[in-house]
């Protein structure tokens, strides 16, 4: 696989992580904060995967 592939891959992973933010946030907080976090670590992953 090329870098820009894994880079779109991570980003789109970090879509649905936010995603996951949006709708558990009103029923179970503390997952959603897990997954926010989970979602900026694959914004950080990719940006540093797409720069390399």
Do not use: H, P, Q, R
């Amino acid at each position: 696989m090329s870098n820009s592939v894994i880079g779109v891959l991570l980003l789109a992973l970090a879509g649905f992580l936010v995603g996951g933010v949006y709708s558990t946030w009103k029923t179970a907080k503390f997952m959603a904060v897990v997954l926010g976090v989970a979602a900026l670590l694959a914004i950080g992953g990719a940006i540093f995967w797409l720069v390399s």
